[in-house]
């Protein structure tokens, strides 16, 4: 008789460890060193930190696109923006949507018993493409209300399930004044006070007292956003289904501040990326390979045990090299962008290595135009205003007028300043990596390459 109940507990321990969810945390524009696991020396992130300290922090992550509906929309196929059809927004006079022939995750795992949600931002189109069980109408910079509708969630039915919480912070508030922070009263929060004075500028914006002020207030909002964190890993805990659950908190791509969003620049594309995966006996962080978004359809698959074969994915499972620090065979990163709305529309394709990145600007001859999120806020506008000749580090003429190839040393160059595109030293690179973009643009059929080449010759 206890022969059996050992038997019997063992079976239903099984069984309990035999489901697997998924849990997807999202924040909004935000660059991956601001936060405190990323070594901040200001901003405080402690749910996040703790993540990071229980799971895996990959420290050379990639939105492939450094726009918030694009970058979605690549999250939630597997495929980069040129093969996955939502070139820009979705939204209002933007109107872009996915292909007729894409499948999301959501679609995948709804074909294997998922449940599925989504609370917050989604930035998706056409929805009969996802299929969500549970969307309620939340406010997603009310971090708590985002929790309470996790809960109400994680506590239906019996099968396993997807969750996408999308918060809002830390994307402005306003195109107004600092354009950042928590204005009105937050439920169950007391917003963080951070001292403009305080706060360090990175080196691609200008050191002024409105650019610390919007930092300050963005700094705010990342916080908030943290508590928001850390209650929902608390109702999740509280589920029963920690131990079950694979957690992976992103941004969708960096700050909103010119020089990132809307471009393949560092501060747009490189992202917070931490996985926490249940049973992981010896989680290998900070982890050095390159991931991408791309990457995160074909990891949801694998863990979730979903099959897709219908065509390829344009990533893979990170789930093998959790365990190692430097992985081989992971160092390289493949971005592409169209545009961020109907009046930005500026296609880049980008190979991003260890030392080296390589962005191809496809339609040189045109003047950079900003994404409407930041060419109508503060510190463009007063940048212009004044006259300024620099944008950070970068010449503001540099920044507007862009060369067909930039290549970028980032080792001895990390803020993208020195262009060595036409370096003679670097030829021998700069033909390699063209030479590796344009097979991997090849085998994905890119409909650009039918007319545009890197090195500007004729199709």
């Known amino acids: 008789m206890i022969r059996f109940f050992l038997f ?3 079976l239903l321990t099984s069984s309990a460890l035999a489901e697997k969810n998924v849990l997807l945390i999202i924040s909004d524009n935000q660059s991956w060193f601001d936060m405190g696991c990323y070594g901040h020396p200001v901003v405080k992130t402690p749910n996040l930190d703790q993540l990071a300290a229980e799971g895996v922090q990959f420290e050379q992550a990639f939105a492939t696109t450094a726009s918030c509906g694009p970058s979605r929309a690549v999250m939630y196929t597997g495929l980069l923006t040129h093969s996955n059809g939502q070139y820009a ?3 209002r006079e933007h109107n872009q949507q996915l292909r007729e022939d894409v499948v999301t995750i959501f679609s995948m795992l709804k074909g294997n018993g998922y449940r599925t949600a989504l609370l917050g931002k989604d930035h998706i189109k056409p929805m009969e493409k996802y299929p969500i069980d549970f969307k309620k109408k939340v406010n997603s910079r009310d971090v708590t209300a985002m929790a309470e509708a996790a809960r109400e969630f994680l506590n239906q039915g019996e099968d396993p399930f997807f969750l996408v919480l999308s918060y809002n912070d830390p994307h402005p508030v306003s195109i107004d004044g600092p354009g950042w922070g928590i204005p009105e009263e937050t439920n169950g929060y007391t917003p963080i006070e951070y001292d403009p004075t305080e706060v360090p500028v990175p080196p691609f914006l200008p050191d002024t007292e409105h650019v610390r002020e919007g930092i300050a207030g963005y700094y705010q909002q990342i916080s908030r956003m943290d508590h928001g964190v850390g209650l ?4 999740l805990e509280k589920s029963g289904h920690k131990d079950d659950t694979l957690v992976i908190f992103i941004s969708d791509h960096g700050t909103s501040e010119p020089g990132a969003m809307g471009t393949h620049y560092e501060p747009g594309v490189r992202v917070p990326f931490i996985v926490r995966q249940p049973g992981l006996k010896n989680p290998a962080s900070p982890n050095k390979a390159l991931v991408a978004f791309t990457d995160l359809t074909p990891t949801i698959l694998d863990w979730t045990g979903t099959k897709f074969d219908e065509y390829p994915l344009h990533g893979r499972s990170i789930l093998p090299i959790l365990d190692q620090t430097d992985p081989k065979g992971w160092g390289e990163a493949l971005l592409s962008h ?7 529309y ?5 190979l ?4 080296y990145k390589l962005i191809w600007n496809v339609t040189p001859g045109a003047e950079y135009p900003l ?5 109508q806020r503060r510190t463009w506008v007063e940048l212009r205003e004044r006259g300024d000749k620099m944008i950070g580090q970068r010449p503001v ?3 507007l007028h862009r060369p067909r190839l930039e290549l970028y040393d980032l080792e001895a160059d990390p803020w993208e300043v020195n262009n060595l595109s036409d370096s003679p030293d670097h030829s021998e690179i700069k033909e390699e990596m063209v030479e590796r973009l344009m097979a991997h643009l090849e085998e994905q059929k890119d409909p650009w390459i039918r007319k545009f080449h890197p090195l500007g010759k004729e199709q």
């Open 89 to 91: 927004h979705p939204h």
């Open 232 to 235: 929902a890993l608390t109702e």
């Open 338 to 344: 169209v545009g961020h709305d109907i009046f930005a």
């Open 371 to 375: 994404p409407i999120d930041a060419v």
């Open 352 to 355: 991003r290595g260890r030392k």
């Open 397 to 399: 003429e540099n920044f």
């Open 346 to 350: 500026y296609p880049m394709r980008t």
């Open 8 to 10: 019997l507990s063992f």
